[in-house]
T-cell receptor
Framework: DAGVIQSPRHEVTEMGQEVTLRCKPI?????LFWYRQTMMRGLELLIY????????DSGMPEDRFSAKMPNASFSTLKIQPSEPRDSAVYFC?????????????FGDGTRLSIL | SQQGEEDPQALSIQEGENATMNCSYK?????LQWYRQNSGRGLVHLIL?????REKHSGRLRVTLDTSKKSSSLLITASRAADTASYFC???????????FGAGTILRVKS
């Protein structure tokens, strides 16, 4: 079975540019999560969706960050304009339910570097 | 915010030895999960333990949970070089939504 697929795997861009990260969850999973991982702050939940609807975006750091899920098989995380402090690894994960009694399945992440 | 805190931050052992990692958390939980992350990869789920369980086994993994102390431990027996990775605990809350991950333990198994 295909796992969670993220693209691109690496992104290097200059400050001020728009960045779009993409995620394809596992088919049949109703929940999709976006995380950010840094050495300083660890793994942080940014936003999660249930059946394509954003449920909790309290972890989104600023208005420069936005996320959408136009259908059950695709989600995007956009940063506009990007800043050097946005440099991190961004993970997408999916789960059959949002309950903590189900494992989350992670993609291999997008390593983002903002120069 | 981090709910779980792993201890130690880093652990280096010889192949064949056992590795024990600990996780402490602050608020009441329904479930606690352990994940592994290899360098440059995403997190992989290892094992889940519910709040009414005290111990769980999966292959060479043994997880314990002490809700009175708000702590959990992950034991990897007969470690292998391939076990070299970061290990994270993750907890939900009493409402069961969202997982909060700890800072992780970096395990290095030397062959």
């Amino acid at each position: 079975d295909a796992g969670v697929i993220q693209s691109p795997r690496h992104e290097v861009t200059e400050m001020g540019q728009e960045v779009t990260l993409r995620c394809k969850p596992i088919s049949g999973h109703d929940y999709l999560f976006w995380y950010r991982q840094t050495m300083m702050r660890g793994l942080e939940l940014l936003i999660y969706f249930n059946n394509n609807v954003p449920i909790d975006d309290s972890g989104m750091p600023e208005d420069r960050f936005s996320a959408k899920m136009p259908n059950a098989s695709f989600s995007t995380l956009k940063i506009q304009p990007s800043e050097p402090r946005d440099s991190a690894v961004y993970f997408c994960a999916s789960s059959p339910t949002g309950s903590g009694n189900q494992p989350q399945h992670f993609g291999d992440g997008t390593r983002l570097s903002i120069l | 915010s981090q709910q779980g805190e792993e201890d130690p931050q880093a652990l280096s052992i010889q192949e064949g030895e056992n590795a024990t990692m600990n996780c402490s958390y602050k608020t009441s939980i329904n479930n606690l999960q352990w994940y592994r992350q290899n360098s440059g990869r995403g997190l992989v789920h290892l094992i889940l333990i519910r709040s009414n369980e005290r111990e769980k086994h999966s292959g060479r993994l043994r997880v314990t949970l002490d809700t009175s102390k708000k702590s959990s431990s992950l034991l990897i027996t007969a470690s292998r070089a391939a076990d070299t990775a970061s290990y994270f605990c993750a907890t939900d809350n009493m409402y069961g939504n969202k997982l909060v991950f700890g800072a992780g333990t970096i395990l290095r198994v030397k062959s």
